[in-house]
């Protein structure tokens, strides 16, 4: 349903170790939100548990959640960790987005 890359998964590997997960979160939970510049912006957070709807799903040994009400906007998104000169960030590239934010954080969905 989602796929990490090995770059993703060696950021999310640093940003656990450095403790930014607070304790000792092992899941990636990826929900979405209703975004200012388009229609839905992602939302990433490492947890040590899913909530209690979540779909559940694997990807390169990590346990991924995704929150119910998104599981169809998220399917076959695969996320990505880019670094420049403008420093690093995650990159999505979702094929349900129909349009993608300059930012990177937010897409849309085609209503068709």
Do not use: K
């Amino acid at each position: 349903m989602v796929e990490l890359t090995p770059a993703a998964i060696q950021e999310l590997e640093r940003l656990q170790a450095h403790g930014v997960s607070r304790g000792r979160a092992a899941i990636l939970r990826i929900q979405v939100q209703p975004s200012e510049c388009s229609d839905w912006r992602y939302d990433l957070a490492l947890v040590a548990e899913p909530e209690p709807t979540d779909v559940l799903t694997q990807s390169q040994g990590w346990t991924i959640a995704i929150a119910a009400d998104a599981a169809e906007l998220l399917r076959g998104l695969r996320v990505d960790y880019i670094e420049d000169l403008m420093g690093g960030a995650f990159r999505f590239h979702n094929p349900n987005a129909s349009q993608t934010c300059g930012c990177g954080m937010a897409f849309r969905v085609s209503t068709s």
